[in-house]
């Protein structure tokens, strides 16, 4: 199955600079295509090593050499020009690859060597020697008490300035219309571990982890991706290192991932329906295109939503979700407490998930570990926490970070505080403000309960409705079907995403007034300015009246609490993203409509009501309009800025201007357009 792209959104820039005469020169091919007997060195057949005669790519450009840098974290062991066409069809394929991933990496532990990592695919990849560090110690559980098995869970390092990844910056990932799922500054890991009883090891037992580094903010792909992939290379039945080369090499005949688009990916001998998502939308199962009814989760992936993270993290602590959920969008430090790394993982994925569609705007690490090069800097009290989330499972985290405002216990080796049977009408209902829970005792094996130590007031109800709806539900009884809970999951996600945008609803309000009208296209040499955001007229808009119906709070709270909490939240890192956001999509709407009222001007009656020096303004003003536009579209400007119908209406205003200059100044224009021609010939050669 071919891959469905959606339409990708154009990057507008909100501003149109002035500049001399030149025209939009058609963009022409700086290089030469391949010979046509290619073949795809991506869909080669691993088992015959012959071309897949149905591959669906095009032939490539000739690859340049893969950047390297002697401090990078990742750098290419082929280094050198005059490579043979092996090495290079091994760049093809690590190109490939480094669209989805960053490497797979196969990591042991024994009594006597400690953390080693094994291998790093695909071969001709090294880490550098600090990430090589952080992935070997955050690819194991820190705890005891693991029973033998399989254990997901996952971990985000962040690369320090003094690295730079050339995967980041050379190979294109997804399109800069839309950056915030990809993390730039951190690598996402996920993992299988896999403890087995072998009676030949000291203690009895072998551990060994499968662990796959990405840029991408993608855990519902790569989490089940995962999970199949280490199962496989850790069979002992199989031939992992062949394995695991063919899943390279499956991984590299992906298509390039869009934001947005459905694709069908093969790996190994599985294959996955997948959804990538849209920044800043909420994903859910009930706006895809799966049925919702017969979903299988374990094929059909949402790949921006971490599987089932609220009904395995949570079990015991919903109630705490309405806390969580305000704590999260005011950017209080909380600090997850798991069982295990995969409940710590799991709870912070949750929590960052929790405002969406609202960008968790601080840092936040599912799995920390004391070896962590961050860590000194999280467990320093005298150190500004900010806007940060933390997940752990070592009680030496929790001790050295016991600074932190809000912790919260997961998992399940916890004691459950709040039953998980259905309520009924004569069962108790839950507490409004959950009791201060006391810290664990040291050296014993669980916490007391689950459940959120905070000091924290909640402003906002809770629904006890919605809560009680979730634990009367079928997906929390045991034998409950995956499908079954999966829709439980994803019914949280959508009851706190309505959630969020009630509570953003009288911001885009107010932040809609400030969206000047577009006046005099043809006069002014740029759009109008988006007025300024006043956080006291804005909180003096907050009125019962106003967000009666968006926003309720608990009966013990007057109305002037909601000023106040709107006025935490404006002061907060969340609110300063989004504020951003907004004024740049504001900026690309008044540009947008500024443009078009350009387009719709009668250019005939108005160049015969104005002067030689108002007509080469204009032409200036439009041709520069193009310029920006053809570079835009040869991928220099991250998209498209103008659509079709008001490229060719620009063009028709062009023309009949120049046709109304004289021959002098016709010569000029002439003159410009050769210029800009040249000059767009020549950044493209660089």
Known sequence: MHPVHAPTTPAISSSVPSTAIAVASSPSAKRSRPPLNWSCDLCTNPFTNQPDPDCPHDPPFPPDPIPTSPTSPIVSKDRHRGKSSADLDHQLLIRGFQRWCIAICIVTFDLEHGHTLESVHPSGTQ??????????????????????????????????????TYTNKEVPIMDDTAPDLEDHQYIHGHVLYRLKR?????????????VLLTHHRLPGLFVPVTENLGKALLDPGKEGKFL??????????????????????PILDMSFDVELPWPGRVQSLSRSTFDYA???????????????????????AFQWLWDLWELMILGEPILVMGATPGDAARGVYSLVDLICPLIYSGDWRPFLTIQDRDFKVFSNPRTPQGTVVLGASNRIVLEACGHFPHILYLGSGYKASVPVEPLTSSSPKPADDP??????????????????????RRVVARDEDFLRSILSDPALLPGALPSEIYQLNDRIRGHFSDLTDRFLAPIHRYFSTLIPPIR??????????????????????????????????????????RPSLYQSFLRSTNAMTWRHARSVAAESLVWRRWVQQLCDTNMKIW????????MVDMLARIQS?????????????????????????????????TTRLPQDLKGLVIQAHDAAASEDEDSGDE
């Open 127 to 164: 880490l550098e020697e600090a990430l090589r560090h952080n992935v070997c110690f955050s690819s194991f559980p820190d705890i005891g008490g693991i029973p033998p098995g399989d254990h997901l869970h996952s971990f985000r390092l962040r690369v320090h300035q003094h690295q730079s």
């Open 198 to 210: 072998t009676p030949s090891q000291h203690r009895g037992f072998s551990q060994r982890s499968i």
């Open 244 to 265: 695991v080369s063919t899943a390279c090499r499956n991984i590299a005949s992906w298509p390039s991932p869009k934001y947005g688009a459905s694709y069908h990916l």
């Open 294 to 316: 017969s979903h299988k989760p374990s094929q059909q992936l949402l790949a921006g939503v971490y599987p089932n993270s609220y009904v395995l993290s949570f079990q015991g």
């Open 435 to 456: 009791p201060v829970l006391a810290l664990p005792v040291r050296n014993s094996k669980s916490f007391a309960k689950v459940g959120l130590v905070t000091k924290h």
């Open 520 to 561: 005099h296209a043809t006069t002014s040499t740029k759009p109008p300015a988006i007025r300024p955001f006043r956080i006291s007229k804005f909180l003096d808009t907050v009125s019962d009246t106003v967000l009666g119906g968006d926003l309720r709070l608990r009966a013990s709270f007057n109305p002037s609490a």
């Open 607 to 614: 160049c015969e009501r104005k002067g030689e020096l108002e």
């Open 625 to 657: 309009h193009l310029i920006d536009d053809e570079r835009a579209k040869q991928g220099n400007s991250g998209g498209a800025r103008l659509t079709r119908s008001q490229r060719d209406r620009l063009y028709a205003h062009r023309d009949l201007i």
